[in-house]
């Protein structure tokens, strides 16, 4: 089996004396890991970072097999936030969502592209952690997971939706849900068009609505907890009042 692609780098790990075994999210053919000959040297070290642009020469035995990998670097990757920790930090959060909500050899387009957007707003300090909500909504989608927001369960209506159930993942209105405000999920403006403004608050919302659907629907089906990395990411934001 052989293909070239654009990816991203999501993790790398040492393999031999000199090679490393990384994780990319390719743009058509999913999340693959590959050996990288030399992958250990300082060459090599930097475009093996999370986020980093890469251009793919993929090759393996059989489509089952651990194939080899020659990359190239495309653009600056994450150097260009070496002068911000946190965007840093939800880039490392991104990267281990994806890699463990991702089956590996299955195309997911659309998951490339979610985190394709993301990269290009990590340079935007106070949208990122809106857009990071969306990639992981996005996810959830190609997951076959999605969110319905259109119209609220049980009227119907497109309008004043404000909560989100957290069983079945439609949208509710607020008269609907009033009665049950308690136990529902809270749903963003900015989730239901990008005109929305973002609210204080609504970043935490956000985290909190995808991150129950990606707990019950994808990590925990997989007997894994939510990745650290998003945990930490979660509270450096709270505690940079970001959320």
Not at 77 to 94: I, K, N, Q, R, V
């Amino acid at each position: 089996m052989e293909f070239a692609d654009e990816a991203f780098v999501l993790a790398a790990r040492g393999h031999g004396d000199t090679g490393a075994v990384v994780e990319l999210l390719t743009a058509e053919h999913g999340r693959r890991a590959a050996y990288v000959a030399g992958g250990a040297s300082r060459r090599m070290k930097p475009f093996l970072q999370p986020g980093a642009r890469v251009q793919v020469e993929y090759r393996a035995r059989t489509s089952d097999h651990l194939g080899a990998a020659r990359l190239e670097p495309v653009g600056e990757g994450p150097s260009a936030l070496f002068d911000d920790p946190l965007a840093l930090t939800g880039l490392s959060a991104a990267a281990a969502v994806a890699q463990g909500a991702l089956p590996e050899r299955e195309p997911h387009p659309g998951a490339f592209l979610a985190f394709e957007a993301l990269m290009s707003a990590f340079a935007a300090p106070e949208i990122w952690p809106a857009v990071f909500v969306r990639f992981e909504a996005g996810l959830l989608e190609d997951l076959g997971f999605g969110l319905d927001l259109s119209r609220c369960a049980s009227t119907g209506a497109t309008d004043d939706l404000v909560w989100v159930s957290p069983r079945t993942g439609r949208a509710v209105s607020a008269g609907a849900g009033a009665p049950y405000a308690d136990k529902l999920l809270v749903l963003p403006p900015f989730m239901l068009g990008a005109q929305a403004g973002l609210r204080a608050g609504d970043a935490k919302a956000g985290f909190d609505l995808t991150g129950h659907f990606l707990e019950q629907f994808v990590f925990h089906p997989l007997n894994r907890p939510l990745p650290p990395a998003r945990v930490w990411m979660l509270d450096k934001l709270a505690e940079a009042g970001r959320l």
